[in-house]
């Protein structure tokens, strides 16, 4: 058996070292307290906690009892947590990521949203991400806008409720896809303090206009949660590093001028089937991207 490589600590105060996580959701194939022991090994200081199946399921028997083993099982790890809510079919066995707060009946994923916040309150997490969904054929724009709003309105409210940060994600091919989008979302609520963003590196890269650096730099005040991975300009795939276009010493070195001190958390969703290979990959790649971005 390999060694446990040996585990990062968290920066000091004013280090520019950034604190980074692993995403549960390229995890998949193990068992969560396998996945949890195999990322802190490995040096990650946080996990991206994707709520699903195997993964802290929400609506399964047990739950104060599942979360509070969780938040042992992560204090004893020396993980920090945020809490993702993209499960693909906990809600709905045959529609992807259904239902979205834009469908008819958002009544389940409302519940699973509120829920994710309690969650996030329970273990002390550091954001609680989600994100708008695709708009159904079915339901005009304007309908799908204004349930858009009332819905995250609602989340808003849960999570004042329970002293939660929120970190909503633009994601391409969603109602809300970009920093543009997430803007006028967030005027759209009334700015609430506990809505912020979650921003993924890839997505930037994927279908902003400005470079990756500037997105990170614009929007620097709202950052909340940040997701890290590679990807090539108009394809949205999450790629392993040095697989896409992204020159990330750059980016890194935005997210320290930022003063941005949350997890940023390697979001590769598709390759659970190689979980630990991946995970081992891309925190070195980070680790050797450091010095570039502060030397």
Same mark, same amino acid.
């Given at each position: =058996?390999?060694?446990?490589?040996?585990? @990062?600590? +968290?920066?000091?105060?004013? @280090?520019?070292?950034?604190?980074?996580?692993?995403?549960?959701?390229?995890?998949?194939?193990?068992?969560?307290? #396998? $996945?949890?022991?195999?990322?802190?090994?490995?040096? !990650?200081?946080?996990?991206?906690?994707?709520? #699903?199946?195997?993964?802290?399921?929400?609506?399964?028997?047990?739950?104060?009892?599942?979360?509070?083993?969780?938040?042992?099982?992560? +204090?004893?790890?020396?993980?920090?947590?945020?809490?993702?809510? *993209?499960?693909? !079919?906990?809600?709905?066995?045959?529609?992807?990521?259904?239902?979205?707060?834009?469908?008819?009946?958002?009544?389940?994923?409302?519940?699973?949203?509120?829920?994710?916040?309690?969650?996030?309150?329970?273990? *002390?997490?550091? %954001?609680? +991400?989600?994100?708008? *969904?695709?708009?159904?054929?079915?339901?005009?724009?304007?309908? $799908?806008?204004?349930?858009?709003?009332?819905?995250?309105?609602?989340?808003?409210?849960?999570?004042?409720?329970?002293?939660?940060?929120?970190?909503?994600?633009?994601?391409?091919? =969603?109602?809300?896809?970009?920093?543009?989008?997430?803007?006028?979302?967030?005027?759209?609520?009334?700015?609430?303090?506990?809505?912020?963003?979650?921003?993924?590196?890839?997505?930037?890269?994927?279908?902003?206009?400005?470079?990756?650096?500037?997105?990170?730099?614009?929007?620097?005040?709202?950052?909340?949660?940040?997701?890290? #991975?590679? =990807?090539?300009?108009?394809?949205?795939?999450?790629?392993?590093?040095?697989?896409?276009?992204?020159?990330?010493?750059?980016?890194?070195?935005?997210?320290?001028?930022?003063? !941005?001190? *949350?997890?940023?958390?390697?979001?590769? /969703?598709?390759? @659970?089937?190689?979980? /630990?290979?991946?995970?081992?990959? +891309?925190? #070195?790649?980070?680790?050797?991207?450091?010095?570039? %971005?502060?030397?």
């Amino acid at each position: =058996m390999t060694a446990p490589r040996p585990r @990062s600590e +968290s920066p000091a105060p004013g @280090s520019p070292t950034p604190r980074f996580g692993y995403g549960t959701n390229g995890f998949a194939n193990h068992r969560l307290d #396998d $996945a949890l022991a195999v990322i802190a090994d490995l040096g !990650y200081v946080g996990v991206a906690l994707t709520l #699903d199946h195997d993964h802290l399921d929400p609506f399964a028997p047990g739950l104060t009892r599942r979360v509070a083993a969780v938040g042992q099982r992560l +204090s004893a790890l020396g993980l920090a947590v945020v809490i993702e809510t *993209g499960a693909r !079919y906990l809600l709905d066995p045959w529609h992807k990521h259904a239902p979205t707060l834009l469908h008819d009946d958002p009544t389940r994923r409302i519940e699973f949203l509120r829920r994710a916040v309690r969650i996030g309150a329970d273990l *002390g997490a550091e %954001a609680v +991400s989600f994100w708008a *969904g695709v708009r159904p054929d079915t339901v005009p724009p304007q309908t $799908a806008w204004d349930r858009l709003v009332a819905g995250c309105a609602t989340v808003v409210d849960a999570a004042d409720t329970a002293n939660v940060t929120l970190g909503f994600e633009p994601e391409p091919g =969603m109602l809300v896809e970009d920093i543009a989008g997430w803007r006028r979302l967030r005027a759209a609520l009334g700015e609430p303090a506990r809505f912020g963003l979650t921003l993924d590196i890839g997505h930037c890269r994927c279908l902003e206009p400005q470079p990756v650096p500037q997105c990170v730099a614009e929007v620097a005040g709202h950052l909340v949660n940040v997701q890290i #991975d590679d =990807m090539r300009r108009g394809v949205h795939e999450h790629l392993e590093f040095g697989q896409g276009e992204i020159d990330f010493p750059p980016v890194l070195a935005a997210l320290t001028e930022a003063g !941005y001190r *949350g997890l940023v958390a390697v979001e590769l /969703p598709r390759d @659970s089937h190689a979980a /630990p290979a991946v995970a081992a990959r +891309s925190i #070195d790649f980070l680790r050797a991207a450091v010095p570039q %971005a502060v030397g």
